[in-house]
């Protein structure tokens, strides 16, 4: 059974640097194929993504915040952290992570989402 | 702005099919498979349709997906109310290597 949770602060400043955790089980990150990735969802907005990491330890990020995120893993604790930098109310939005499949492109178990507000 | 197209709102009765549109190009929906994600009212995103057209597990065969060129479909038939809800396309996108998601597609049964 595939499980992911998202887990970290409710609440940031701005200018602050988020750190989110995502921990799954019923899968390995070091299978070929298996990759996580962290999505976005301003209230009442579209699904953004924002970074991948995969089996390979290779990692993805959008275009537009590349500059602000990083992503990694420990795969012993079956975990993949994002940090997202400069953190501004704009960013506030409710967080995923959920399985990538290599290939098939499709995002295919979810977490259940952290709401993360951003204000001073 | 997304990547890909789809149109903000579709609506339909019960009983009835609809068909919900999703355009890119050949970066992305031309060359990758396309995925299919039904976001019912405060609850996570659940794939419905990957590769394409494969159903998982779980998922009723009312919805089907097919794809032609940049441009990809996803339809439901024997439209239920609990089928209410935001639809999104998604697929990688080779030129930026990043996956890139529709705007969304909001799902009323009238």
């Known amino acids: 059974q595939v499980t992911l949770r998202e887990s970290g602060p409710a609440l940031v400043k701005p200018t602050q640097t988020l750190t989110l955790t995502c921990t799954f089980s019923g899968f390995s990150l070091n299978t070929s194929g298996m990759c996580v990735s962290w999505i976005r969802q301003p209230p009442g907005k579209a699904l953004e993504w924002l970074a991948l990491?995969?089996?390979?330890?290779?990692?993805y990020y959008s275009t537009s915040l590349k500059t602000r995120l990083t992503i990694s893993r420990d795969t012993s604790k079956n975990q993949v952290v994002l940090t997202m930098t400069n953190m501004d109310p704009l960013d506030t939005a409710t967080y995923y992570c959920?399985?990538?499949?290599?290939?098939?492109?499709?995002?295919?178990?979810w977490g259940q989402g952290t709401l993360v507000t951003v204000s001073s | 702005q997304s990547v890909l197209t789809q149109p903000p709102s579709v609506s339909a009765a019960p009983g009835q099919q609809v068909t919900i549109s999703c355009s890119g190009s050949s970066s992305n929906i031309g060359n990758n498979y396309i995925s299919w994600y039904q976001q019912l009212p405060g609850t996570a995103p659940k794939l419905i349709i990957s590769?394409?057209?494969k159903r998982p597990s779980g998922i009723p065969d009312r919805f089907s997906g097919s794809k032609s060129g940049s441009s990809a479909t996803l339809g439901i038939t024997g439209l239920q109310t609990g089928d209410e809800a935001d639809y999104f396309c998604?697929?990688?996108?080779?030129?930026?290597?990043?996956?890139?998601f529709g705007g969304g597609t909001k799902l009323t049964v009238l």
């Open positions: 990491i995969d089996w390979d330890d290779d990692e």
């Open positions: 590769d394409n057209n």
């Open positions: 959920a399985r990538t499949s290599f290939g098939s492109n499709s995002l295919d178990y």
């Open positions: 998604g697929t990688w996108d080779s030129s930026l290597t990043a996956v890139v």
